[in-house]
């Protein structure tokens, strides 16, 4: 059975870091475009981030040049590093393949920008 546990998040003040850390368990991840998601309260769930196998990276305009997304693959493991937060970054984070999400949801990990 296919995986997600998301963990590395919490409450930052504007301005802060934080780095996400997704672990993939069930199969491979190699091979799969993988993408961190968000969900803020009342909005729908978008795709903020996402890298290829080859690392070929892609970014929403909404974090382009903040947030950083990488992977391990000997880990599968998938991580996003976030600087220059704003309450806007406020959200549950969550990491799937990408576009076409393949698999269950797992629970995600709360960021909460605020001073």
Known sequence: QVQFVESGGGLVQPGGSLRLSCAASGTSFSRYRMGWYRQAPGKQRELVASIN???NRNYADAVKGRF?????NAKNTVYLQ???LSPEDTAVYYCNTAPTTLFRWGQGTQVTVSS
């Open 82 to 84: 976030m600087n220059s």
């Open 53 to 55: 196998s080859s690392d």
């Open 68 to 72: 950083t997304i990488s992977r391990d």
